[in-house]
């Protein structure tokens, strides 16, 4: 495929087989191709087409996963030439896939809203794909039902928009529920800090080394769903309450950004944004960037930013990336695996905090 920015496809492409492996799937290979302009019809060339097809028999390929966004007819041209039971889905379809299992794998831990918005989002999806099942249906049934589909859609489409509003309905009420909630938290006037970074940077490993909180820690792509909150005491006596926030990954669908913007809310009430990077992860950089992108389109400019970056335990040269960590501002070095740095990063914090206005809303009871 082609990407939009300059995040190297190879890379994508290894993010796209941990999401599938996240998935439960088992990737047996990738490949890709530059071409001026997609194919309309196949997305890929045709050539390529042929080649994937003899992988697919070579390897008894059940699925092919496309990085980018497929128009439902590439989809249905896809299966069709792959033919059998090859099911064709792109990183949308992956996603909502993995969000559907572990929003079942971790019912009680999550969120209500964001099941809400799991379905809400796969509808959406669903909508204007729905044509495939059914002329996929009619081709079954021998074309004696022809024009049935088209009737069918319709009603489809008319349940699907209904379900749609009422999901709409239900989850506003539960933001408004969540909305309470918080005010009812920040009674007690103790600062909120939240942790924010791209997926895998290592923010549930540091909550569990700060507050010994139990949250689910893998090394999977969404390990962390669910907005979780400890607190934290410090031995001064002081203490605030940390908050782990969704991963953030490159190329998130459309239809997942303002689901997202949905949980992030909580992040534009804290009182600092601690953005937690994997400096021993090649693509450090650009991943920073993305969150700074993400950070910057929920409009929070104003919430103090603390930089950390975790896992110096994993890099070459740990020297060169503490002196440039100390020639930019801001930045803590730490290992939330082995603790280095742990005791530094909480001064920090407190640190920052002074400087802060702790929100106004903290106070109302
Ligand atoms: P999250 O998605 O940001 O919550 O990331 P996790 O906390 O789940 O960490 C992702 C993976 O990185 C896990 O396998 C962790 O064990 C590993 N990890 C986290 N922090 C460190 C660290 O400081 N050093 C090393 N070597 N690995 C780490």
């Given at each position: 495929g082609e990407t939009s920015d300059?995040?190297?496809i190879e890379e994508s492409l290894k993010e796209l087989a941990q999401l599938a492996d996240t998935a439960g799937l088992m990737v047996v290979g990738s490949t890709y191709q530059k071409?001026?302009?997609?194919?309309?019809?196949?997305?890929?060339?045709?050539?390529?087409?042929?080649?994937?097809?003899?992988?697919?028999?070579?390897?008894?390929v059940e699925t092919v996963i496309f990085d980018d966004e497929l128009s439902p007819g590439q989809l249905?041209?896809?299966?069709?030439?792959?033919g059998g039971d090859v099911r064709v889905c792109d990183r949308t379809a992956l996603i909502l896939d993995i969000f559907n299992q572990r929003a079942a794998t971790h019912e009680a831990a999550l969120q209500a809203s964001l099941r809400l918005f799991v379905a809400l989002a796969q509808m959406e999806y669903q909508l204007p794909r729905l044509t495939k099942m059914w002329t996929h249906l009619e081709r079954q049934a021998g074309g004696k039902v022809k024009g049935m589909g088209e009737k069918q859609i319709e009603v489809d489409k008319r349940i699907l928009r209904t379900q749609i509003g009422v999901l709409k309905k239900e989850l506003e009420s539960v933001r408004k529920h969540r909305k309470q909630y918080r005010n009812r938290r920040f009674s007690v006037p103790v600062p909120v800090v939240s942790l924010v970074g791209y997926t895998n940077a290592g923010k549930s490993t540091l909550l569990n080394q700060l507050t010994g909180a139990n949250v689910l820690s893998e090394d999977r792509l969404f390990a962390t769903l669910d907005p979780t909150t400890r607190r934290v005491q410090m031995k001064n006596g002081s203490e605030f309450l940390l908050t782990d926030t969704v991963g953030f990954i490159q190329k998130l669908p459309t239809t997942l950004v303002a689901a997202f913007r949905a949980t992030l809310e909580e992040i534009s009430e804290s009182s600092l944004l601690v953005h937690v990077v994997d400096i021993?992860?090649?693509?450090?950089?650009?991943?920073?960037d993305a969150v700074e992108k993400v950070l910057a389109?929920?409009?929070?400019?104003?919430?103090?930013?603390?930089?950390?970056?975790?896992?110096?335990?994993?890099?070459?040269?740990?020297e060169k990336i503490k002196l440039e960590a100390e020639r930019r501002d801001d930045i803590v070095c730490i290992s939330a695996l082995t603790g280095e740095g742990l005791l530094e990063f909480c001064n920090a914090v407190q640190e920052k905090l002074k400087d802060s206005m702790v929100p106004v809303e903290a106070f109302v009871p």
């Open positions: 300059s995040f190297a071409l001026a302009s997609p194919n309309p019809r196949t997305y890929i060339g045709s050539g390529k087409v042929a080649e994937i097809k003899s992988a697919i028999r070579a390897f008894e249905r041209n896809l299966e069709k030439a792959f021993s992860h090649p693509l450090a950089e650009q991943q920073l389109e929920l409009d929070v400019s104003e919430i103090p930013k603390l930089m950390v970056w975790n896992k110096v335990d994993k890099v070459t040269d740990p």
